[in-house]
């Protein structure tokens, strides 16, 4: 009964690899959110979805690519993965746009060697 | 830049005392300030909000307290006890048309016994 969760919790690869995240949530939520906690615990917004729709995207390279297939659903593709690409993600819901109530889920920590 | 917070610092207190975690905000036309609590292995959990036309909220022995004056931020948790123990992040939003939380750096508070 998990309301926000992201899998997988771990992922290790190679630099020049693709890689997926998942993030599902059950409550019900319009908006959807991807976060990036560095080392240094500093946590920065990525994307933001309302509806299936982007309306949020920092400065984010390209190899990242959100995509939600439905509003309970918010993936993250990245491609050709750097070392820099190290961290923490957190997806993240809330009711509605501007409800600043973030759920988040428990994060992916990434490690690209 | 990151213009709220610090830089993970370390707040260590005793079991039973009363703690004040504090934040830093730059931009004067933030409205809406909350509080996120994040145990080890875990995403942010929501603990208490503030909008910018109140100077105190209370929740269940946490306190935030607001100075628009000096752009300050506080978060005082009563009876510290170890369940309290993580990394507290402050955040604040200043985009109206969209859910733009910018997140402090965070500091993390340990409990001793």
């Given at each position: 009964d998990t309301a926000v969760s992201q899998t997988p919790k771990y992922l290790v690869t190679q630099m020049g690899n693709d890689k997926s995240i998942k993030c599902e949530q059950n409550l019900?939520?319009?908006?959807?959110?991807?976060?990036?906690?560095?080392?240094?615990?500093?946590?920065?917004?990525?994307?933001?979805?309302?509806?299936?729709?982007?309306?949020?995207?920092?400065?984010?390279?390209?190899?990242?690519?959100?995509?939600?297939?439905?509003?309970?659903?918010?993936?993250?593709?990245?491609?050709?993965?750097?070392?820099?690409?190290?961290?923490?993600?957190?997806?993240?819901?809330?009711?509605?746009?501007g409800d600043e109530k973030l759920f988040f889920g428990s994060g992916t920590q990434l490690s690209v060697l | 830049g990151e213009s709220v917070g610090l830089h993970l610092p370390t707040l260590s207190v005793q079991e039973g005392d009363n703690s004040i975690i504090n934040c830093a905000y730059s931009n004067s036309a933030s409205d809406y300030f909350i509080w996120y609590?994040?145990?080890?292995?875990?995403?942010?959990?929501?603990?208490?909000?503030?909008?910018?036309?109140?100077?105190?909220?209370?929740g269940q022995r946490v306190t935030v307290l607001l100075n628009k004056t000096v752009k300050h931020l506080s978060l005082?948790?009563?009876?510290?006890?170890?369940?309290?123990?993580?990394?507290?992040?402050?955040a604040e939003n200043f985009n109206n048309a969209g859910n733009m939380l910018t997140f402090g750096g965070g500091t993390r508070l340990m409990v001793k016994p």
């Amino acid at each position: 009964d998990t309301a926000v969760s992201q899998t997988p919790k771990y992922l290790v690869t190679q630099m020049g690899n693709d890689k997926s995240i998942k993030c599902e949530q059950n409550l019900g939520h319009d908006t959807m959110y991807w976060y990036k906690q560095d080392s240094k615990k500093f946590l920065k917004i990525m994307f933001s979805y309302n509806n299936k729709e982007l309306i949020i995207n920092e400065t984010v390279p390209n190899r990242f690519s959100p995509k939600s297939p439905d509003k309970a659903h918010l993936n993250l593709h990245i491609n050709s993965l750097e070392l820099g690409d190290s961290a923490v993600y957190f997806c993240a819901s809330s009711p509605v746009v501007g409800d600043e109530k973030l759920f988040f889920g428990s994060g992916t920590q990434l490690s690209v060697l | 830049g990151e213009s709220v917070g610090l830089h993970l610092p370390t707040l260590s207190v005793q079991e039973g005392d009363n703690s004040i975690i504090n934040c830093a905000y730059s931009n004067s036309a933030s409205d809406y300030f909350i509080w996120y609590k994040q145990e080890s292995g875990k995403g942010p959990q929501f603990i208490i909000d503030i909008r910018s036309n109140m100077d105190k909220r209370q929740g269940q022995r946490v306190t935030v307290l607001l100075n628009k004056t000096v752009k300050h931020l506080s978060l005082q948790i009563a009876a510290t006890q170890p369940g309290d123990s993580a990394v507290y992040f402050c955040a604040e939003n200043f985009n109206n048309a969209g859910n733009m939380l910018t997140f402090g750096g965070g500091t993390r508070l340990m409990v001793k016994p």
